[in-house]
């Protein structure tokens, strides 16, 4: 192949591509600089800039309120996320038994079903055993975290179990062999090694819960609406920079995140 | 027996030679996971399923029976055939879009960037991918309304009037695209990073010129990686939620948005359930058809 003729190969991957990944990006970049607009009725180009969309989202109940709950929400079921995957990623990864593949596919299983179906059979079984039993859990806070650990666990299991893998079992052979228990070994040896595998599959299992939409739509309550609900709902009626300014916030926020997840593991992975 | 046999035999069973060890109590530790998953998931699907042979009444909700009816209902009535045949049609679309603008995209990553310019893009392909439904689509509605982006660019080159995008397929198949895309580049990535760039090197310098190389050499190898980004990104694109629903508007109907109308707003619990399933079988035999269909052609393909 010629010179000249690789560099057009090249020219034409290079066009391609930045039309491409501008097409999934600039729709982001464009919400993010109409927040500043002070336009009150959108258009372009802006009459000037100012920061006034960012204090009336705060001022919004729905808004602030809804931040709140998502952002606790999503820490406690990464939290319980955490507490029962971890365990069975250890499992998965290292112990071979009938029905590990069942087992795995279980458990990954959250991930598969869509979230329109998982939530709407989560939202009839609350009622129905709101009927058998009297306990109110759809729009209570335990029904929706209980959703939102059940979107995380996956990303969990999926990310720790990797890194397990990957880890050689022979540096917790040695330790035992030099004397140390099993609760040394787990915290002084293999919990530093897998340490970039648990705080990637923590930020995944959060970032997924926080963004979720089809699960929460089923569980939230009237004074009980997560940010992403929220959003849907004041979409429905209204658009102005408002929008923008809350976008903005969560956006920073994801991006922060992902760069934080890169530092620990290969984001690639977690697809 | 071998001598190594028997000492193998002969070793304390908590520390077996061979990787990975039995232990038996290893299962135990996914039980509580195992539990939590059974009745967050599985135990509501099933009731789900044994909701949808159940008959809808309007007092009381629910009434217990064994009919097919609500089956019979989607099958006879024109209005949710129309939903499932337009989910499915722009299912397709979006996904076959998707697939004509990833490969180059994922190719591009694998084979002419650097290591630290690809993670980098990776990044800013992952970001639009995990910023959530809620405020990709409210970007999307920006760009697309009649006083929107796109409308006051058209404008600086003369184009007056209503672009009126809005609430169209076009609009919904946009968002789709945009959605899916992210999935699918790195779908692909990771399939032709595993592609040994030596054999397109041999093809090239035997004199085959780089579109042969594509489809004789990588797309070939590459095929089954591919089928699994289509898959996944039909899936997905069957179930949209966000897109249709704001993008569409109240009156263009997708699939997953009338589950949820059917389930949480008409409480209409045994043909919202017949819905869900009817939805997740069609896709099921479709992308498994699909697939076995693709595996046949590609072995012989292969050959």
């Given at each position: 192949?010629g010179?000249?003729?690789?560099?057009?190969?090249?020219?034409?991957?290079?066009?391609?591509?930045?039309?491409?990944?501008?097409?999934?990006?600039?729709?982001?970049?464009?919400?993010?600089?109409?927040s500043?607009?002070?336009?009150?009725?959108l258009?372009?180009?802006?009459?000037?800039?100012?920061?006034?969309?960012?204090?009336?989202?705060?001022?919004?109940a729905?808004?602030?309120?809804?931040?709140?709950?998502?952002?606790?929400?999503?820490?406690?079921?990464?939290?319980?996320?955490?507490?029962?995957g971890?365990?069975?990623?250890?499992?998965?990864?290292?112990?071979?038994?009938?029905?590990?593949e069942?087992?795995?596919?279980?458990?990954?299983?959250?991930?598969?079903?869509?979230g329109?179906?998982?939530g709407?059979?989560?939202?009839?079984?609350?009622?129905?055993?709101?009927?058998?039993?009297?306990?109110?859990?759809?729009?209570?806070?335990?029904?929706?975290?209980?959703?939102?650990?059940l979107?995380a666990?996956?990303?969990?299991?999926?990310?720790?179990?990797?890194?397990?893998?990957?880890?050689?079992?022979?540096?917790e052979?040695a330790?035992?062999?030099?004397?140390?228990?099993?609760?040394?070994?787990?915290?002084r040896?293999?919990?530093?090694?897998?340490?970039?595998?648990?705080?990637?599959?923590?930020?995944f299992?959060?970032?997924?819960?926080?963004?979720?939409?089809?699960?929460?739509?089923?569980?939230?309550?009237?004074?009980?609406?997560?940010?992403?609900?929220?959003?849907?709902n004041y979409?429905?009626?209204?658009?102005?920079?408002?929008?923008?300014?809350?976008?903005?916030?969560?956006?920073?926020?994801?991006?922060?995140?992902?760069?934080?997840?890169?530092?620990?593991?290969k984001?690639s992975?977690?697809? | 027996?071998?001598?190594?046999?028997?000492?193998?035999?002969?070793?304390?069973?908590?520390?077996?030679?061979?990787?990975?060890p039995?232990?038996?109590g290893?299962?135990?530790?996914?039980?509580?996971?195992?539990?939590?998953?059974?009745?967050?998931?599985?135990a509501?699907?099933?009731?789900?399923?044994?909701?949808s042979?159940?008959?809808f009444?309007?007092?009381?909700?629910?009434?217990?029976?064994?009919?097919?009816?609500?089956?019979?209902?989607?099958?006879?009535?024109?209005?949710?055939?129309?939903v499932?045949?337009?989910?499915?049609?722009?299912?397709?679309?979006?996904?076959?879009?998707?697939?004509?603008?990833?490969?180059?995209?994922?190719?591009?990553?694998?084979?002419?960037?650097?290591?630290?310019?690809?993670?980098?893009?990776?990044i800013?392909?992952?970001?639009?991918?995990?910023?959530?439904?809620?405020?990709?689509?409210?970007?999307?509605?920006?760009i697309?309304?009649?006083?929107?982006?796109?409308?006051?660019?058209?404008?600086?080159?003369?184009?007056?009037?209503?672009?009126g995008?809005?609430?169209?397929?076009?609009?919904?198949?946009?968002?789709?695209?945009?959605?899916?895309?992210?999935?699918?580049?790195?779908?692909?990535?990771?399939?032709?990073?595993?592609?040994?760039?030596?054999?397109?090197?041999?093809?090239?310098?035997?004199?085959?010129t780089?579109l042969?190389?594509?489809?004789?050499?990588?797309?070939?190898?590459?095929?089954?990686g591919?089928?699994?980004?289509?898959?996944?990104?039909?899936?997905?694109?069957?179930?949209?939620?966000?897109?249709?629903?704001?993008?569409?508007?109240?009156?263009?109907?997708?699939?997953?948005?009338?589950v949820?109308?059917?389930?949480?707003?008409?409480?209409?619990?045994?043909?919202g359930?017949?819905?869900?399933?009817?939805?997740?079988?069609?896709?099921l035999?479709?992308?498994?058809?699909?697939?076995?269909l693709?595996?046949?052609?590609?072995?012989?393909?292969?050959?």
């Open positions: 192949m010179n000249a003729q690789a560099k057009t190969i090249r020219i034409g991957y290079t066009a391609i591509s930045v039309l491409v990944i501008g097409f999934v990006v600039l729709p982001l970049i464009f919400i993010v600089w109409m500043f607009f002070s336009n009150r009725i258009s372009l180009p802006p009459e000037g800039y100012t920061l006034d969309w960012y204090r009336r989202a705060w001022q919004m729905d808004f602030r309120n809804g931040f709140f709950l998502s952002l606790r929400t999503s820490l406690i079921a990464t939290a319980i996320a955490l507490i029962l971890l365990p069975a990623s250890f499992a998965l990864a290292r112990a071979r038994f009938p029905g590990r069942t087992i795995n596919t279980i458990l990954m299983s959250p991930m598969i079903v869509p329109i179906v998982g709407s059979s989560l939202f009839v079984f609350f009622l129905e055993v709101e009927f058998l039993t009297g306990w109110r859990i759809a729009g209570s806070s335990p029904g929706l975290i209980a959703a939102h650990s979107i666990l996956p990303w969990m299991i999926r990310l720790v179990t990797t890194s397990l893998i990957g880890m050689n079992p022979s540096v052979e330790a035992r062999s030099l004397g140390a228990g099993p609760l040394t070994v787990f915290f040896v293999t919990l530093p090694v897998i340490k970039p595998g648990v705080i990637a599959g923590s930020l299992a959060f970032v997924n819960s926080f963004i979720d939409l089809e699960k929460s739509l089923f569980l939230v309550g009237p004074d009980r609406t997560t940010l992403q609900i929220a959003l849907i979409l429905e009626w209204n658009f102005d920079s408002t929008i923008g300014a809350v976008a903005t916030v969560q956006i920073a926020l994801i991006t922060l995140l992902l760069l934080v997840t890169d530092r620990y593991a984001l992975r977690a697809f | 027996m071998s001598m190594s046999d028997t000492v193998a035999q002969m070793a304390p069973p908590d520390r077996p030679d061979r990787r990975p039995r232990r038996i290893a299962p135990f530790l996914t039980t509580p996971a195992l539990v939590f998953v059974t009745i967050g998931l599985l509501p699907l099933a009731l789900m399923l044994r909701n042979f159940n008959r009444d309007p007092a009381e909700l629910m009434i217990s029976a064994f009919t097919a009816e609500n089956y019979v209902k989607f099958f006879t009535d024109a209005f949710y055939q129309e499932l045949l337009r989910t499915l049609g722009i299912s397709a679309l979006a996904t076959a879009i998707c697939l004509v603008a990833g490969v180059p995209v994922a190719y591009f990553l694998a084979r002419h960037v650097s290591a630290f310019a690809k993670r980098m893009l990776l800013v392909i992952l970001v639009p991918l995990l910023i959530g439904n809620a405020v990709r689509t409210s970007a999307w509605m920006l697309l309304n009649d006083r929107g982006v796109l409308a006051s660019v058209l404008g600086v080159f003369g184009y007056e009037g209503p672009l995008l809005m609430y169209t397929a076009t609009a919904v198949t946009i968002g789709l695209v945009s959605v899916l895309l992210p999935f699918m580049i790195i779908t692909l990535n990771s399939v032709f990073e595993a592609i040994d760039a030596n054999l397109e090197d041999a093809a090239g310098s035997l004199g085959a780089h042969t190389v594509m489809r004789r050499v990588v797309l070939p190898l590459a095929l089954p591919i089928l699994a980004g289509t898959v996944l990104c039909f899936i997905l694109s069957m179930n949209a939620y966000a897109t249709p629903v704001l993008l569409g508007g109240p009156t263009f109907h997708m699939m997953a948005p009338t949820y109308q059917q389930v949480a707003k008409a409480m209409n619990w045994p043909f359930s017949a819905l869900a399933f009817i939805l997740m079988s069609v896709t035999i479709l992308t498994v058809g699909v697939s076995a693709v595996q046949r052609k590609y072995r012989r393909w292969s050959e």
